[in-house]
């Protein structure tokens, strides 16, 4: 659920929060990074579908890196703390489509699920 502040007409709460990570390593850098691993066509797509959606209930926030960074690209989406690790811009419209329009998470991409 959604609320808004009075005076700015904000969301205060959304129902999913993206973080992705937008951390770039040098090249050949041992913990690799996810701008390396090709996540910036696939944020891109992100904030464009959400840019166009124009839903109030998904806020994408660009992170620095999140930990797992040989696994990237990721991102992780609260409330449920799902980590996903898309590979194309498909992976992406279908996180957009079935997890945030349609309650699903995309099993599938899921890399460390929630206990
Ligand atoms: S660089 Fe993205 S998780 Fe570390």
Known sequence: MTQSSSSLDLPIVYKYHVFA?????????PRGSCMENGAQ??????ARRLDA???????????GCLG???AGPLM?????GIWYHPETVEDI????EKHFKGGAPVERLIIVPNP
């Open 76 to 80: 992780v989406v609260y409330p449920e």
């Open 68 to 70: 797992f960074c040989r």
């Open 53 to 63: 959606e124009r839903n109030p209930d998904v806020c994408m926030t660009s992170s």
């Open 93 to 96: 419209d279908e996180i957009v």
């Open 41 to 46: 066509p696939l944020w891109d797509r992100l």
């Open 21 to 29: 990570c937008f951390t770039k390593r040098p090249p050949g850098h």
